[in-house]
C-alpha cells in the first residue's frame, strides 16, 4: 500500500504554537463590560448573540491542521501518473544505401554517381538534403516521441521514441556515409521491420492511427525481407506506413518492384510522396504533418511525487471563506 511520508514532520510543532497564538490573541482582545443590575429584564432569546459570529474564527482554526501537515513536506513516495499529449509515436526510417550520396536532382549540375569534385561538394547530396526535410519535420512535431532508424545492408536504431527532440536534431546531424560504411544496398523491408519492432516495444498507447512510420528512400527493395510482408506486419500492429521516394530515377519508379511496394503502402493506409527536388521533399514532410494529428497517453513512474496541494488547497478556502465573513456585520465577534 503507497501511503504517505511526512519528509519534516518536526514541522507538526507548528500547529500547537499556533493555536496557543491564536487563544492567547482571543484573551487579550476580550474586551471588559459593565454589569447592568436588571439584566434579567434584558434577558431574552431576541437580544441573544448568535454562535455563528465564531464562525470566521472556528475556520481558521480548521485551517491550521491542513496548513501544518502541508509545511512538513508530505509525498508519496511510488506513484503512476496517465499522462496525455496531443501528439504520435513515430519512428522516421532513413535509408542510408550508397546511393543516397548521390547529388539531388535540382542541384548544380554534377555526375550523379560523382557528387565531390576536386575534395569539394558539388551541391548537396540526396542524404544531406533529406536530413535538412528529417529536421524540419521534428521541429514541428513538438508534442510527439519521436525515434529514428536507418538501414542499408541491416537495419539500426538510431535514437528510441523521445520526447527530447534536442539530443534527436543532434542524432540527425551526426548521420552520414561512413556511419554504415561496408554496406550499399536498400533493405527497405529490414528498416520497416525494425521500426515496427521499435514501436511495439516503447509504445504504449493503445489508440487506433497514434503509431506511425515514415520511410525515407531513393531507391528499391534488393536485399533482406520482404518490405510487402513486413508492410502487412506492420499494419496489423496497428502501425501506419508513409514512404517518401527521394529523387528516384524515372525508371526505378516504373520498375514493378517499387510499384508493388507503393500499391502496398497506400493498400494499408499509408501515402506515398514523390520527391524529386529538395523542395517536393519540404513539401512531402508538410503534407504528412497535416495528416497526421493524434493523442498520446500513456503512463509514467513517479517517486517522490510531493502531495502538499492537496492540504494547501482546502486550508485557503477555509482562511479565504472566513476572511470573506469578517467583511460581513452579522459575523463580527465583539466579546
Not at 536507418?150 to 542524432?171: E, I, K
Not at 493503445?206 to 528512400?217: D, E, P
Request: no cysteine.
Amino acid at each position: 500500500m503507497n501511503t504517505i511520508i511526512l519528509q519534516r514532520p518536526e514541522y507538526l510543532w507548528a500547529l500547537p504554537v499556533a493555536l496557543a497564538i491564536i487563544v492567547g490573541w482571543r484573551l487579550l482582545r476580550r474586551r471588559s463590560f459593565a454589569a447592568f443590575p436588571l439584566e434579567r429584564l434584558l434577558r431574552s432569546r431576541l437580544y441573544r448573540a448568535s454562535r455563528l459570529r465564531h464562525g470566521p474564527t472556528v475556520l481558521a482554526v480548521a485551517a491550521l491542521p491542513f496548513i501544518a501537515l502541508a509545511v512538513t513536506d508530505p509525498i508519496l513516495p511510488y506513484s503512476e501518473g496517465e499522462i496525455k499529449a496531443r501528439g504520435l509515436d513515430i519512428v522516421l526510417v532513413l535509408d542510408l544505401s550508397s546511393s543516397m550520396e548521390e547529388v539531388m536532382n535540382d542541384q548544380p549540375s554534377a555526375p550523379r554517381t560523382m557528387p565531390y569534385t576536386q575534395g569539394r561538394p558539388r551541391g548537396e547530396t540526396r542524404l544531406e538534403t533529406t536530413k535538412k526535410a528529417l529536421l524540419s519535420f521534428i521541429a514541428l512535431r513538438r508534442d510527439d516521441r519521436i525515434g529514428l532508424v536507418v538501414f542499408s545492408d541491416n537495419a539500426y536504431v538510431v535514437s528510441p521514441l523521445t520526447f527530447d527532440h534536442g539530443y534527436l536534431r543532434q542524432y540527425v546531424g551526426m548521420i552520414d556515409n561512413q556511419i554504415l560504411r561496408g554496406e550499399g544496398m536498400t533493405a527497405i523491408g529490414d528498416g520497416i521491420a525494425m521500426g515496427t519492432a521499435l514501436l511495439h516495444r516503447q509504445s504504449s498507447t493503445r489508440l487506433s492511427g497514434n503509431k506511425v512510420m515514415i520511410v525515407f528512400t531513393d531507391g528499391e527493395h534488393n536485399f533482406g525481407a520482404d518490405p510487402v510482408q513486413t508492410l502487412a506486419a506492420a499494419d496489423g500492429a496497428g502501425i501506419r506506413v508513409h514512404m517518401v521516394g527521394v529523387d528516384l530515377p524515372e525508371h526505378v519508379k516504373a520498375g514493378p518492384e517499387v510499384q508493388r511496394l507503393v500499391q502496398a503502402i497506400r493498400f494499408h493506409g499509408g501515402r506515398y510522396f514523390d520527391a524529386d527536388t529538395a523542395g517536393q521533399l519540404r513539401r512531402a514532410s508538410l503534407a504528412i504533418d497535416s495528416l497526421e494529428k493524434g493523442q498520446l497517453v500513456h503512463t509514467r513512474s513517479i517517486r517522490n511525487q510531493p502531495v502538499y496541494q492537496y492540504l494547501a488547497v482546502p486550508a485557503l478556502v477555509l482562511l479565504t471563506t472566513g476572511l470573506v465573513l469578517r467583511a460581513v456585520p452579522y459575523f463580527i465577534d465583539v466579546t
